[in-house]
């Protein structure tokens, strides 16, 4: 079984210390770098290339937001967790805007952290279905651009692949269920993207959800 690779940013040592220990225990985790700024985030995960990173919402230089889109820009299949002590729907609305693919509360018990990188890694969202529904909601009433429904419809493959990007899936778990190579999923994405007027998987999942597609 191959271990899942995991970065931590975080700007206190204590915690970063702290996740270490409590993941010390699972063999399929390996902790292979950390950073305490967002800027060290973003140049980590481009050198190290984690499977998933940890990330915290308010760090120096660069916060996560920042941090977690920038590095999405980079590599859109980059799996990025927020663990931190926020509860409020913004910071979860904008984290889910920035591109990561799960929310997670600082107070999580070491098996649930351990299962939320494993889910997340095999392209699971980490959110409970009804606050999924209610952030991709969330997201479509902030969206600022007009919402109208394609000009050129989506095509079966596509309809189906945004429903996978609905769902949280990655490149690579879409690929591997259709049976098609990630620069073809990469492809349908683009084409929806243009239907769409969208940029991001974000920005798609929420016009999917208001638009019912």
């Known amino acids: 079984m191959s271990r899942v690779r995991v970065l931590i940013a975080d700007d206190r040592p ?11 225990d699972f063999p399929q985790i390996d902790i292979v770098g950390e950073a305490m700024t967002g800027r060290q985030a973003v140049e980590r995960s481009r050198r190290l290339r984690p499977d998933v990173i940890l990330m915290d919402l308010n760090m120096p230089e660069m916060d996560g937001r920042a941090a977690t889109r920038a590095i999405k820009e980079e590599d859109p299949d980059r799996v990025i967790l927020a663990l931190t002590v926020s509860e409020a729907e913004e910071d979860i609305v904008d984290m889910v805007a920035a591109g990561a693919s799960g929310y997670v509360l600082k107070d999580i018990d070491p098996q649930s952290l351990a299962n939320c990188i494993e889910e997340a890694h095999a392209g699971r969202f980490q959110l409970g279905d009804a606050l999924t529904r209610k952030v991709i909601l969330r997201l479509a009433d902030t969206m600022r651009r007009p919402r109208h429904r394609p000009a050129e ?3 079966d493959r596509e309809a189906q692949i945004l429903h996978m990007v609905t769902e949280g899936r990655s490149n690579r778990v879409i690929g591997d269920r259709l049976g098609v190579s990630e620069g073809t999923v990469k492809a349908h994405l683009r084409n929806i993207y ?17 638009l019912e597609l």
Not at 14 to 24: D, K, P, S
């Open 14 to 24: 204590i915690f970063r210390a702290g996740v270490q220990g409590m993941l010390r």
């Open 153 to 155: 419809p989506l095509t």
């Open 194 to 210: 243009r239907k769409l007027h969208v940029q991001t998987r974000a920005e798609a999942a929420a016009q999917a959800a208001q």
